[in-house]
């Protein structure tokens, strides 16, 4: 699926109480909490349900019987993509309305869902998404959707007097590239990767602090310029930058290595926010990257996610 891509809203759905099966209706009106006159409206993460007709009427199979529109709950019945292959912090523009994708399924409760009740089973939990709105709208049969995935942005920035002189090739920088890629490919969420590699000068690394907080990146990943030496400034030039810290992971990496390398403790590696940016400053050896990246990788989704405001486990 590309940016641009559209597909169409089939019905819309009401109903006044949770767990209950929604009634169709001719339009709906989003609004900052949600469906206006709706039980899900409200100020939380699930303002707006979604469940496309592919899987309706893979139930349909199922249960031996048409399902109709709104059975299961969901506000906005879709034809024309697949939305549990979507992600949370993807977009949906419907005319004027817009909604940010937050969580993909749910639980379901079982015997005590009313929907569980009336239809034997429950689509939701797999296969529905949930959004919360970013602008409202109406919203009727027939209009056309337009699916925006979420682009990550990162930056790597490699530190280095040589290196930006060109009197020998940067393999740090380039292997925190290849994590990422690996990463991003893997996780099928697409990216950008900006790369840059500077001497050990303040004002060169404040520049690319500015550049990275103006395209709002989700990541920055320094190497080189953690050690003790008269021209390692990183952390120097980025703790002041940092609207909070995040300690655990170079603490941990310390303890980790510092037991069989005594060398690693005196690492001044740091990790924090800056605004919405995670930041992360590792050594200049091919090595430590890839030891730091693994560690960053485990945790990064979630984080991005929290910045989000979304507790997604």
């Known amino acids: 699926m590309e940016s641009g891509d559209s597909f169409k809203v089939v019905s819309v759905n009401v109903s006044e109480k949770k767990g209950t099966i929604k009634v169709p209706v001719e339009s709906i009106?989003?609004?900052?909490?949600?469906?206006?006159?709706?039980?899900?409206?409200?100020d939380w993460h699930r303002q707006v349900s979604l469940l496309g007709e592919e899987s309706i009427l893979k139930f349909n199979r199922v249960l031996g019987r048409e399902i109709q529109f709104g059975e299961f709950a969901e506000n906005?019945?879709?034809?024309?993509?697949?939305?549990y292959a979507m992600s949370p912090l993807d977009r949906l523009t419907i005319g004027d309305a817009e909604l940010e994708i937050t969580q993909i399924g749910k639980e379901c409760h079982g015997s005590s869902c009313a929907i569980f009740q009336e239809v034997g089973r429950c689509v939701m939990p797999k296969e529905g998404i949930f959004a919360r709105v970013i602008r409202g709208g109406e919203v009727r049969a027939g209009m056309d959707i337009e699916y925006l995935p979420y682009v990550y942005h990162a930056g790597v920035v490699t530190l280095s007097d040589r290196a930006s002189r060109g009197e020998y090739p940067d393999r740090s920088g380039p292997a925190i590239i290849k994590c990422m890629e690996d990463f991003f490919q893997?996780?099928?969420k697409p990216f950008q990767i900006h790369y840059q590699v500077i001497p050990d000068e303040a004002e060169c690394l404040n520049q690319i602090l500015d550049q990275m907080l103006a395209r709002r990146?989700?990541?920055?990943?320094?190497?080189?310029g953690t050690g003790i030496g008269p021209r390692d400034i990183t952390p120097d030039v980025i703790r002041p930058r940092l609207t909070r810290e995040i300690p655990g992971i170079m603490e941990m990496m310390r303890v980790k290595y510092g037991t069989e390398k005594p060398g690693a403790l005196l690492s001044r590696g740091i990790a924090g926010l800056m605004g919405n940016t995670l930041v992360?400053?590792?050594?200049?050896?091919?090595?430590?990257?890839?030891?730091?990246m693994e560690e960053i990788l485990k945790t990064?989704?979630?984080?991005?996610w929290m910045l989000h405001g979304l507790d997604i486990h």
Do not use: Y
């Open 76 to 83: 906005i019945t879709t034809r024309g993509r697949i939305l």
């Open 29 to 42: 009106q989003i609004g900052s909490l949600g469906v206006a006159k709706d039980a899900h409206a409200g």
């Open 280 to 292: 992360f400053t590792l050594p200049g050896s091919v090595k430590a990257v890839q030891e730091h």
């Open 217 to 224: 990146a989700d990541i920055l990943i320094t190497t080189g």
């Open 300 to 304: 990064l989704q979630h984080a991005i």
């Open 186 to 188: 893997r996780t099928n």
